[in-house]
Antibody
Framework: QLQLQESGPGLVKPSETLSLTCTVS??????????WGWIRQPPGKGLEWIGS???????YYNPSLKSRVIISVDTSKNQFSLKLSSVTAADTAVYYC??????????????WGQGTMVTVSS | DIQMTQSPSSLSASVGDRVTITCRAS??????LNWYQQKPGKAPKLLIY???SLQSGVPSRFSGSGSGTDFTLTISSLQPEDFATYYC??????????FGPGTKVDIK
């Protein structure tokens, strides 16, 4: 079955760029009607959507993060990536990648990676 | 922005209890409402999508209802594995998907 796995550094220095990759296995990232998204969760807090993208390259970003976020896809590797620039301690969180099922009737995050903790600290 | 609220923020219940969690949107979101379950240290799991559709593989004791601004998640008979935090999420505003603050269900 489809599985998602996040990877990347667990520690990032303030003002630097956080970079994470999500590897999709058990299915193609190029499947119609599915976007691919990133969601984060600061320690002890709730969930925040970061952004989602389609395999063709169209993207939707959370307006509060839009100036610092880039989500990209590499269909040849069945991966998609997150870059968040100019990070501060407020960006410390567990970062999840997820499949974003999207149709005219509904859209939901139906399959999630296990999450990866990223700490911003010098 | 569409703001999501949940009530209660936490509740204590016993195995076998019927549990109801409420989610309210700051404006009408039709039926674009999803529910997730999250256990400590784990990723959220989709339970209900489009307000009332049960995700494949989710036990039938979970159900969702509502439309517009008011929604409910009901667990008909709470099981030991259901102790978790539950989040609602609106998917109406496609430029900003937002989650509710969560409802923690623990053992009475």
């Amino acid at each position: 079955q489809l599985q998602l796995q996040e990877s990347g550094p667990g520690l990032v220095k303030p003002s630097e760029t956080l970079s994470l990759t999500c590897t999709v296995s058990g299915g193609s990232i190029s499947r119609n009607n599915y976007y691919w998204g990133w969601i984060r969760q600061p320690p002890g807090k709730g969930l925040e959507w970061i952004g989602s993208m389609y395999y063709s390259g169209s993207t939707y970003y959370n307006p509060s993060l839009k100036s610092r976020v880039i989500i990209s896809v590499d269909t040849s590797k069945n991966q998609f990536s997150l870059k968040l620039s100019s990070v501060t301690a407020a960006d410390t969180a567990v970062y999840y990648c997820a499949r974003h099922a999207w149709s005219s009737a509904s859209n939901e995050f139906d399959i999630w990676g296990q999450g990866t903790m990223v700490t911003v600290s010098s | 922005d569409i703001q999501m609220t949940q009530s209660p923020s936490s509740l204590s219940a016993s195995v076998g209890d019927r549990v109801t969690i409420t989610c309210r949107a700051s404006q009408s979101i039709s039926s674009y409402l999803n529910w997730y379950q999250q256990k400590p240290g784990k990723a959220p799991k989709l339970l209900i999508y489009a307000a009332s559709s049960l995700q494949s593989g989710v036990p039938s004791r979970f159900s969702g209802s509502g439309s517009g601004t008011d929604f409910t998640l009901t667990i008909s008979s709470l099981q030991p594995e259901d102790f978790a935090t539950y989040y609602c999420q609106q998917s109406y505003h496609t430029l900003l998907f937002t989650f509710g603050p969560g409802t923690k269900v623990d053992i009475k």
